[in-house]
């Protein structure tokens, strides 16, 4: 590392990385270095005496950990090795594993999966509807994020139907107990009751915590900042920890995300000091200009104002279209018309951003035609379908039978007439001992709390996984391995599982034709004719099935190795979020696209009554929340942004006129801007920062007098 970890950086982000000694809130605006920030604030802690072990970087997907952990590996060297660098949710398994016991977990507890917990609720909730199992876990989740148990649920339900979906609640964390599993949202709820109930754990950890650093701080809700402050000093002058965020872009209210946590954060912690990264280092003046006037009507909690050297750049344009092929069609143009005289020129300078996953449709038919490649980014990967979990369920529960949600799903997909009360009393027997489900089957004790029909099915089951295990052991090649798998689904009935389970005839042979090919291509594989990096044909030697089946846990990734390809990037507005691009089009920006369906029991209402305005304040945070989208949008442009609307759009049979966003005349596109000289703002900043550690300075030496 540099003899000083804030080499390289402006005067405002040098401002956050030395502020060590008390709580600290970075508001980085888009584009402005927030991890630049981070990860030189980890080397200026380490240089500062605190051991790398005792740091934690917390932040929200794996892969921003991944990106975080490898940028301060390049900065730092091999201390970053010991960072604990992870998100919210990885922090929570390390708790309880080391701590879990207190809440009545066993260290090798297990995780759910989304699926997992739907079958879980369909059997809870006495529903064979997976569509309803979802809205349950849907509002389960939201429950958990607003640290509601079953019980507070029920007593704050304001209809019948919340109220029994509290109840279908209560049983469903009765079988989680029973199982020793845990869903993704107990992965934040059970660490906070660990430390909230249990004081040794808390001082253990708080100890362990020397420095906490919180990435996207404004997509935090309420579980996790009770979380995070657990996890320093209750004096609130001793909590050491930087909270990096932008309340410009929070835009996940609808998953629990609350911007209340900023708030409170001067109020829990009066001496929080605030650092503001307004320098963007991604886009141009025009680009940035139109951003600032797209957020200007939200309130704002930290005024902050975006801005650039980069130069005014290429004016933002905004294209109307006749329709929404029309809007392809031009969309199709832009790109070609930029791509022959840009210096950006390759189709992965180019994204293409939508508010709703169906608007990608009419995109890559156009997309087709002209023979451009491109990818849908946040679709669901071919590993994510239902059917393919399901057989890889079973795989992974042959190569490790001590995997107890693979257990779970095995034995209940398809269903073999063992039921809930079964699975949660061998469950309960298996907590008892710290056996796993798979371990406890077997036990010779088992007899004494099953009656023995049920012992006798669970030995059936146990003895025919053992059974598979070892035939797929011994079968080699992609022939034998063909012949193994379609006698393996027509003994457990797969297909007729998948006919009964969808009301659509087409839907069950469309997921029956996902897993033919996914058979073909794990029978492939045993065939030596697949390679495993490059999912290209190469000749390789023969493997058997069981080998192929024990690298189950890769295969996701492999389809996700599409960093360095050469496409346009088709994406919601959601899922660009913390991305860029040379060249960015948002396309279908239209009143009742974004912002999204406003009008739904709104200003209707109208009339002055407490309920009417309760419905009209959820419908001004709304408009909030989408406009924070659109910026969101906006920033993800480096150098031009165009944004079209189609003047009608299909709805259902009909073709319906549709009205441009207003955020479009937000923008203000045809207003003379005011054009900053950064280099003013520069010098402004450095006289600004330069009297504040002229001050403190002074302030020191005066009370190094006194004394």
Not at 89 to 106: C, F, I, S
Not at 148 to 165: C, F
Not at 199 to 226: C, F, S
Not at 330 to 342: N, P, Y
């Amino acid at each position: 590392m540099s003899s000083s970890p804030s080499h390289g950086l402006n005067v405002a982000q040098q401002d956050a990385v030395n502020f060590l000694h008390g709580p600290c809130l970075v508001l980085a605006g888009a584009g402005s270095g927030k991890t630049r920030v981070i990860t030189h604030k980890i080397g200026r802690l380490i240089q500062a005496g605190l051991e790398p072990k005792r740091i934690a970087a917390i932040t929200f997907t794996n892969k921003a950990a991944a990106e975080m952990r490898e940028r301060a590996k390049g900065l730092i060297g091999k201390a970053a090795k010991d960072v604990r660098i992870c998100t919210f949710h990885a922090l929570g398994v390390h708790l309880l594993r080391e701590d879990g016991e207190a809440v009545g977990l066993k260290p090798k507890f297990s995780i759910l999966d989304s699926d997992d917990v739907t079958s879980i609720l369909k059997d809870a909730g006495g529903s064979t509807d997976a569509a309803t199992a979802r809205q349950w876990q849907w509002a389960i989740s939201l429950w958990k994020n607003l640290g509601l148990n079953a019980e507070q649920a029920e007593a704050q339900a304001k209809d019948d139907n919340e109220r029994i979906t509290a109840r279908i609640m209560a049983r469903y964390e009765e079988r989680l107990a029973a199982y020793q599993s845990v869903d993704f949202d107990d992965l934040i709820g059970l660490p906070l009751k660990l430390l909230r109930d249990h004081p040794e754990v808390r001082a253990k950890w708080q100890k362990i915590m020397g420095h906490i650093l919180v990435d996207e701080y404004q997509d935090t809700n309420a579980t996790q900042y009770e979380l995070l402050k657990l996890m320093v000093p209750e004096d609130p002058t001793l909590a050491r920890f930087t909270a990096v965020g932008d309340d410009d872009q929070s835009i996940y209210g609808w998953r629990g995300a609350t911007l209340d946590n900023l708030k409170k954060l001067p109020v829990d912690f009066p001496t929080l000091k605030v650092i503001k990264l307004e320098q963007n280092y991604r886009s141009t003046g025009a680009i940035l200009q139109a951003a600032n006037n797209v957020i200007g009507p939200n309130p704002k909690l930290f005024p902050k104002k975006l801005w650039s050297d980069l130069g005014e750049g290429e004016p933002v344009r905004v294209v109307d279209a006749d329709s929404e092929e029309h809007e392809a069609e031009r969309m199709v143009a832009r790109i070609q018309s930029l791509r022959s005289e840009s210096q950006h020129k390759e189709f992965r300078h180019f994204a293409v951003l939508y508010r709703a996953n169906h608007q990608a449709r009419v995109l890559e038919q156009a997309l087709r035609k002209a023979q451009i490649p491109y990818k849908v980014s946040g679709g669901q990967s071919f590993f994510d379908r239902a059917e393919i979990r399901d057989l890889c369920a079973w795989f992974r529960l042959w190569v490790n039978n001590d995997d107890d949600p693979a257990f779970l799903r095995a034995v209940t997909t398809p269903k073999r007439g063992i039921g809930h009360q079964t699975l949660q009393s061998l469950g309960t027997f298996a907590g008892q001992y710290k056996l796993s489900l798979f371990e406890a089957l077997f036990s010779s004790s088992l007899p004494s709390v099953l009656n023995a029909r049920a012992v006798g099915s669970l030995h059936e089951f146990g003895r025919y996984v053992n059974d598979l295990e070892y035939r797929a052991r011994h079968t080699e090649g992609a022939e034998d391995a063909m012949v193994f798998l379609m006698d393996w689904l027509k003994d457990i009935g797969y297909e007729k599982h998948l006919y009964d389970g969808e009301d659509s005839e087409k839907l069950a042979a469309s997921r029956w034709t996902n897993v033919l090919d996914f058979c073909d291509w794990m029978a492939k594989r045993c065939g030596g004719e697949i390679d495993d990096t490059a999912g290209v044909t190469l000749a390789s030697e023969k493997k058997s099935l069981l080998e192929v089946a024990q690298t189950i846990s890769l295969l996701s990734t492999i389809s996700e190795r599409d960093k360095d390809q050469d496409v346009v990037t088709l994406s919601t507005l959601h899922a660009a979020k913390g991305l860029e691009w040379p060249h960015v089009m948002m396309v279908g920006v239209t009143e009742g696209m974004l912002p999204f369906k406003l009008d739904e029991g709104a200003d209707s209402l109208g009339g002055s009554t407490r309920e009417h305005e309760a419905v009209n304040e959820s419908v001004a945070l709304r408009l909030q929340e989408e406009r924070r989208l659109m910026y969101v949008g906006i920033t993800r442009a480096q150098r031009t942004l165009a944004v079209s609307w189609p003047k009608k759009r299909k709805k259902g049979r009909e073709m319906v006129s549709v009205m441009p966003s207003r955020f479009i005349a937000e923008m203000a596109l045809n207003q003379a801007t005011t054009r900053e000289d950064p280099r003013e703002k520069l010098r402004a900043l450095r006289a600004e920062f330069a009297k504040k550690a002229q001050d403190t300075a002074a302030a020191q030496a005066l009370a190094g007098g006194a004394a």
